[in-house]
């Protein structure tokens, strides 16, 4: 569930309100697609080609691992990884436990080896100069898109600072299930999800209620949260913008300042806007 990738840039950014600007837009997505699917042809038609593999009277080429000894090295972990994983799903779904795309970074090092080996023994010995473009391509765009998170973070937090500079009690505060989660447990010592047992001296609170679109990320588990204010990409969310000002950060991938909002939920409980 959730991808870590995503067409807003890396992670989400779950508690913001409104929609993230667009960083990977539509057109591009199928591009990508489409040389993923195609390098994926290329890949499965050398793979269950008749094609022999290449003999080459290379010293380097007889010292590497065998077949064999690649199996034995990676079919124990490989196997490992994901029984963990299949059984995190089927026991864990009633507690809520949810799988993400970066639990299988694990396995993609050794995927990349196997397909390098296969390369080697069926198509050449050496990678194409195509295929450092592609490396340098991920490799700035995770530059840029981690640079774009952290900086998002920081706007964030300085935000609530802001906030809080204010008089505006942490409560009153929607700025993201981190900052909430933190809140709640800072109030109650836990986070009251439903698979949760409770102490017998205590019991489960009912969330606040929020205009509508409005209401927290996992709202049911930080019931300590209750309208005040919340960080918006968009000026007119919620109950529309407030006396605050926003913070900008700069987002590399788009090349610009990206402005978040502080709006407002509903009258504060400390008192006037």
Not at 210 to 231: D, H, Q, S
Request: aromatic share 12%; hydrophobic share 50%; with cysteine.
């Amino acid at each position: 569930m959730g991808d870590y990738i995503t067409p807003y840039g890396a992670a989400d950014t779950f508690g913001i309100v409104g929609l993230r600007p667009i960083v990977l837009t539509p057109g591009f997505r199928r591009l990508i697609t489409a040389i993923v699917l195609f390098a994926l042809a290329c890949f499965f038609t050398s793979l269950f080609s008749r094609r022999p593999i290449l003999q080459r009277a290379n010293t380097r080429i007889s010292q590497r691992l065998s077949w064999a000894s690649l199996r034995t090295l990676f079919t124990a972990f490989v196997f490992a990884n994901l029984m963990l994983l299949l059984l995190q799903e089927l026991v864990g779904s009633a507690a809520r436990q949810w799988l993400f795309d970066r639990y299988l970074l694990p396995l993609l090092p050794i995927a990349l080896i196997l397909a390098l080996r296969l390369f080697e023994d069926r198509v050449r010995p050496n990678l194409p100069l195509v295929s450092n473009v592609f490396v340098l391509f991920f490799a700035v765009y995770a530059v840029a898109a981690t640079h774009d998170l952290f900086s998002m973070y920081r706007a964030r937090q300085a935000a609530v600072m802001e906030l809080l500079d204010a008089g505006v009690p942490d409560t009153s505060i929607d700025a993201g299930f981190e900052h909430n989660a933190m809140i709640q447990i800072e109030r109650f010592g836990y986070i009251d999800d439903p698979a949760t047992r409770l102490p017998s001296t205590d019991k489960r609170r009912q969330p606040a209620s929020f205009p509508a679109g409005c209401e927290p990320a996992l709202v049911e588990f930080t019931p300590a949260i209750v309208p005040g204010y919340a960080l918006s990409y968009d000026p007119n969310a919620c109950d529309g913008p407030s006396r605050f000002a926003p913070v900008s950060y700069l987002d590399w991938l788009l090349a610009r300042r990206i402005r978040i909002y502080i709006v407002d939920t509903l009258e504060p409980v400390s008192g006037q806007r």
